[in-house]
């Protein structure tokens, strides 16, 4: 028998009805239209607003939307991968709490932190069950409620982030479409860049760790975007000529949306031109987990059987992947 390649089915996506856009922001802090713009491509992003509402709360309108598509039922599901950073709990882990509201009676399943570069890091893990022969039904999720973090006083961080979830589905292959090759990278000595503070086993929460607002994001932009523009980069060019792909055979390069000049220095450095270029970062922002989900999902419609497809992401840790995968439907 051909060798089993793991190959998305499936996709699904999420984003809450409420639109923060750059002049709103203009409202709660020193910045503005032009500045955002510039600096990031954003323009607008997603808040999931309302008591009670959490993370896999989005996550189950992309899986249900996914399950219909793809004509199954939760209880199909083997394994389910929920790559996020910010969990409904610290524990019991959100793919658990999402396995119980979508009813996959059957699956068991795990967090998978990574940042931004979580559902990279997830499509690979996901795919080794499959390509074992273990599971034929992996459900893979990247999403963030990264609202639940930001501090809406913080300008460097407050105009970045969105909220949004996405995912996939991998199921077993012989024909030589699916995920054919991947990149997983980390760091630990970035961490000190882009963080939580508190909240963790370092740094319980506490009334301090309240009022020194360690419980939001952090990030040292120049720095995080130093890392970023070289390594997202770096690392879609070391899958590409491992692989012997050009630019022009990429039909669709799928960046993490951290920051459009990112996106543009990693479209530079890969050759492969902007119109084969998916971008949702003008209209989502940066949502961490979610960016790459959301973009297949907002492409599928777009993308045919055969194509190629180079995923990649930068994130907090620092990790960063790439990914090489022929489409299968
Ligand atoms: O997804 C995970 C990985 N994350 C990333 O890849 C993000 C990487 N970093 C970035 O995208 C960029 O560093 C930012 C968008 C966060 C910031 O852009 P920058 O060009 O690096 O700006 P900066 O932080 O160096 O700040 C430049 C100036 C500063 O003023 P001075 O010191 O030059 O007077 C900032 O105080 O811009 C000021 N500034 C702002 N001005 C208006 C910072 N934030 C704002 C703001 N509005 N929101």
Redesign the pocket.
């Known amino acids: 028998m051909s060798k089993i390649h793991a190959a998305i089915t499936a996709v699904g996506g999420y984003v809450p009805d409420y639109v923060l856009d750059n002049h709103e922001?203009e409202t709660m802090?020193?910045?503005?239209d032009e500045?955002?713009t510039t600096?990031?491509g954003i323009k607008e992003r997603r808040i999931l607003k309302g008591e009670g509402l959490a993370t896999s709360d989005m996550a189950v309108h992309a899986v249900n939307q996914l399950l219909t598509k793809r004509g199954i039922s939760a209880a199909e599901i083997d394994l389910i991968i929920f790559c996020t950073t910010t969990p409904d709990m610290p524990f019991p882990a959100t793919a658990n709490v999402l396995a119980d509201k979508i009813g996959a009676i059957n699956s068991w399943g795990y967090d998978l932190q990574a940042?931004?570069s979580g559902f990279i890091f997830g499509l690979t893990t996901g795919a080794q069950f499959i390509e074992s022969g273990k599971y034929t039904k992996v459900l893979v999720v990247g999403g963030d409620k990264m609202s639940s973090i930001i501090n809406y006083e913080d300008?460097?961080?407050?105009?970045?982030?969105g909220d949004g979830c996405g995912c996939a589905l991998l199921e077993p292959n012989t024909d030589g479409y699916g995920i054919l090759d991947s990149i997983c990278k980390t760091d630990g000595s970035g961490r000190e860049f882009?963080n939580q503070q508190a909240g963790g086993s370092l740094l319980p929460a506490s009334h301090e760790t309240v009022d020194a607002k360690k419980h939001f994001a952090f990030?040292?932009?120049?720095?995080?975007?130093k890392?970023?523009?070289t390594n997202?980069a770096e690392v879609a060019v070391e899958v590409m000529e491992r692989n012997n792909i050009t630019a022009d055979d990429v039909t669709w390069l799928v960046p993490?949306?951290?920051?459009k000049?990112?996106i543009d220095a990693t479209a530079a450095r890969t050759g492969v031109p902007d119109e084969r270029i998916m971008k949702n970062i003008e209209r989502y922002g940066?949502t961490?987990n979610g960016?790459i989900p959301l973009c297949l999902w907002e492409w599928e419609s777009k993308l045919k059987k055969g194509d190629t497809l180079i995923l990649a992401?930068?994130?907090?840790g620092f990790t960063w992947g790439s990914i090489y995968l022929k489409w299968a439907y």
Do not use: P, S, Y
């Not at 990030?219 to 975007?225: A, D, L």
């Open positions: 922001l802090v020193d910045t503005n500045w955002i600096r990031t940042a931004c300008r460097a961080t407050c105009i970045i982030f882009l990030q040292e932009g120049k720095t995080v975007f890392f970023a523009v997202m993490h949306q951290a920051n000049r990112i940066n961490t960016t992401a930068f994130g907090g």
